[in-house]
DNA sequence: AATGAAATTGCAATCGTTTGCAGAACATAG
DNA sequence: CTATGTTCTGCAAACGATTGCAATTTCATT
């Protein structure tokens, strides 16, 4: 019933020749004779041989496996910049742990206490909203642990840094509903704790600004968490306002939500008002009216990320900590097509 | 600069004592003298001591780890699958690792080869739609590795099996379009080498002729994918037949899909043509009209999987092999309200 | 047949941890 | 001061693999 794998040592004993010769043969090493060095492979893929995982981590010091924690799996800017993280460690044969801490604080720092002893040889990491306490991350860097950060980032960590250029982004976006002619254009927004929220704001602010607009805290709202049902509520009061031509929405969520109170307020989009969302969720190319978004380089995120800190597990201590900005790129569709 | 973690042996050494004395404290073994106990305890919490995982691992052939293999990430009721696995697994200490095969069969292997050898002590596996070979599932029974197989099962692996009713989910979204007052339903569904599928397809037809209600070959269509772009042209043809006022659909990104081309043939959901959905995507209630569709339990299919696997991973070869079915809900919304 | 070099092979340490067993240190009783 | 028992500690093996070094075998040459 049990079928304990086979060791190196099963087939040692069943060849009659000591362990080392076993693994020197497997390894093609020119010291066995050609025969044995034949009778142990085949021996060995008759038995569907493969080295033991753990003994080979144990041995080697490195486990050829890294970690990422990320805050949430569902959201496709995520899966992208996941994907550009598999395809590159999956080229230089590195495993990846994927760890969601759903935005929690507390699930992240058990997600790292969980990874951090010999189960990776490195981390990359994107903090959830909650996080004001890096200690479990320098934990990581103080046992020689290379950490990349992406999208929400870590100041107080010394390591590499992917970004997306959020300012830019924010900037264009504003800049966009300008151009369609939006003079009083309002900001929904994320968490403003996060410093992706504040770059994205203030881009808004100098489009607004270098164009001589005026905004007003009435049109400001910065909402708890940036998804659909706290975009519905917080955006309420705001969507009510007539006076109100353009918005610029920090999530595709959000802009959706706030579409949604649009309507309710007998507003037509975008004829009334023009809205542009953020990460080009499928949702936004989906709904009616489309909604304009910005779309963010997840896969090039991923596969920067990852790029960076293997050459960091594979050459410990000798890069200067880089930081990364990715341009994104605005996406028109209807909603904000006056 | 670089800090290796502190071991048992270091603490052993500057303590004075062995390594088995340093072992025992910690576990707060009472045949350490409390005075030694005491300060091995000490010096451990001082150098923030904890132990290596991949030695526990080794010496104790078992790795507290448990895979999963899903084919789709950004996927909201696999999303809620493995919100439900972490919490089990968590709970009794154990950690998990996600791998997504992108419904790759290839990548499903490989996954499963970097899974086999030692990492994991049970596996969680949803398999690809690509996936026709089982011999790297195999691989894990054989070992004496217990895999609990969710939502896409494989027949040929003697292990647990959880799923959903997709029969009866099949046959109540049809009844539920029947009693709507639908005659003419058409059917739009993923790929029919899938299992679900087939059970979905095959609830359609039995509450079609419970009813003495017919249909026609031109009424239904399998898609190569499921996807929202693989809808939009499969439908289109179905789409354009007049006689149609009702459609089940195995996706709600086929019924979206569907609904656009209903659209663009000038027809009005649900007044024309009742549509209901399948899985309950967010999109699914956002869209207007809202869409109906099948609610199906994956938070309670992703705990059922991960408590039997622990079971079967706490006492191996005890329990004959379970099938689990859990039931849907069919969750009315506009577009097949008549 | 003896010698030496070349070709093979195996011993043992190592990675970090646990644990059975043997033995040391100490205390108490006779 | 010896005998006996308690309490405490450490050696060594084990998990599965790799590898430097030493030992053995093989074979050609004299």
Redesign the pocket.
């Known amino acids: 019933m049990k079928n ?9 004993k069943e060849l ?12 093609d ?9 034949k009778a142990v492979q085949d021996l060995a893929k008759k038995y569907n ?4 995982f ?8 490195k486990t050829n496996t890294i970690g990422i924690i990320i805050p949430q799996l569902v959201h496709e800017f995520f899966a992208s910049v996941i994907r550009g993280i598999e395809d590159v460690a999956y080229s230089q044969k590195y495993n990846v742990i994927i760890c969601s801490s759903n935005e929690s604080y507390e699930r992240e720092v058990s997600d790292s206490k969980a990874l951090i ?2 189960r990776i040889d490195g981390l990359l990491a994107c903090m959830s909203k909650e996080t004001k306490n890096y200690e479990h991350f320098i934990d990581f860097t103080d046992r020689g642990i290379p950490i990349v950060f992406f999208d929400c980032v870590c100041k107080a960590v010394e390591s590499h840094k992917i970004l997306i250029d959020d300012f830019d982004a924010g900037y264009r976006a504003t800049k966009h509903l300008i151009s369609q002619g939006c003079e009083n254009i309002a900001y929904l927004g994320g968490p403003f704790s996060l410093q992706i929220n504040q770059n994205r704001y203030a881009g808004y602010i100098k489009a607004l600004s270098e164009s001589g607009l005026n905004t007003d805290d009435q049109w400001i709202v910065h909402c708890e968490t940036g998804s659909f049902e706290d975009g519905l509520v917080s955006s309420k009061e705001l969507t009510g306002l007539d006076s109100i031509d353009g918005l610029f929405a920090g999530t595709d969520m959000l802009a959706l939500s706030a579409i949604k109170n649009f309507k309710a307020a007998g507003k037509s989009i975008p004829r009334d008002v023009a809205v542009i969302g953020f990460s080009n969720w499928s949702i936004s190319s989906l709904y009616e009216p489309s909604i304009s978004t910005v779309d963010q380089p997840g896969y090039e995120m991923g596969t920067k990320a990852a790029e960076l800190l293997l050459k960091d597990i594979k050459n410990p201590y000798v890069m200067k900590p880089e930081t990364h900005i990715l341009q994104t790129n605005i996406i028109v569709r209807d909603s904000s097509s006056k």
């Open positions: 304990a794998p086979v060791t190196i040592k099963d087939i040692a009659e020749v000591s362990i080392s010769t076993v693994s020197r043969a497997l390894a090493n020119p010291l066995v004779k050609a025969s044995t060095r041989y493969s080295p033991n753990t003994a080979l981590s144990l041995k080697n010091n002893n010999g």
